[in-house]
T-cell receptor, first 114, second 113 residues
Framework: ETGVTQSPTHLIKTRGQQVTLRCSSQ?????VSWYQQALGQGPQFIFQ???????GRGNFPPRFSGLQFPNYSSELNVNALELDDSALYLC?????????????FGPGTRLTVT | AQSVTQPDIHITVSEGASLELRCNYS??????LFWYVQSPGQGLQLLLK??????LVQGIKGFEAEFKRSQSSFNLRKPSVHWSDAAEYFC???????????FGAGTQVVVTP
């Protein structure tokens, strides 16, 4: 069984730039959720994707967007980067329905915005 | 509004001693409850979950947690900690209809020899 993988591991960007983070789901999982974890805080829900559509969204502005592909992998895109976007971005995969709460996380992508 | 509170930001425990981490939630119904562990620079690993049924649940690495509806709590315990248990622990609640997890701020556990 293949776990959740994310790329890249680390990324440094400049304020105003755009970034794309990638996630591959655990095998058999069809739902992907993205979280932002600022230093010293718990993860904050960004959004969830199921059947290639956004299934729910947290309190994040529209410049945070995502995609899910037919193989259930996913991308998180952030436009017009701000310094406060510096964080660990975590992807989690799960099954749909009530099982969507049981989420398995990847190692994360550490984004630094300068 | 839904909320998850982990009252202890930091706990220091001796190796071999018992450990209890507190978690309180605020939600109208019985939510789905989880504990995750995060080692430095790593993602989150699921320790255990509670959906329904027996209020004492067993997890991996010798951890257990007890759901107490009357106290809106889901405390994590381990009878004897190992140095490898040093990490940050997060309580999470699944309370929306479609799988959003809401996390507490975390408890940092330090294990001393």
């Amino acid at each position: 069984e293949t776990g959740v993988t994310q790329s890249p591991t680390h990324l440094i960007k400049t304020r105003g730039q755009q970034v794309t983070l990638r996630c591959s789901s655990q095998s058999g999982h069809n739902t992907v959720s993205w979280y932002q974890q600022a230093l010293g805080q718990g993860p904050q829900f960004i959004f969830q994707y199921y059947r290639e559509e956004e299934n729910g969204r947290g309190n994040f502005p529209p410049r945070f967007s995502g995609l899910q592909f037919p193989n259930y992998s996913s991308e998180l895109n952030v436009n017009a980067l701000e310094l406060d976007d510096s964080a660990l971005y975590l992807c989690a995969s799960s099954l749909a329905g009530s099982s969507s709460y049981e989420q398995y996380f990847g190692p994360g992508t550490r984004l630094t915005v300068t | 509004a839904q909320s998850v509170t982990q009252p202890d930001i930091h706990i220091t425990v001796s190796e071999g001693a018992s450990l209890e981490l507190r978690c309180n939630y605020s939600y109208g119904a019985t939510p789905y409850l989880f504990w995750y562990v995060q080692s430095p620079g790593q993602g989150l690993q699921l320790l255990l979950k509670y959906f329904s049924g027996d209020t004492l649940v067993q997890g991996i690495k010798g951890f257990e947690a007890e759901f107490k509806r009357s106290q809106s709590s889901f405390n994590l315990r381990k009878p004897s900690v190992h140095w490898s248990d040093a990490a940050e622990y997060f309580c999470a609640v699944g309370a929306d209809s479609w799988g959003k997890l809401q996390f507490g701020a975390g408890t940092q556990v330090v294990v001393t020899p």
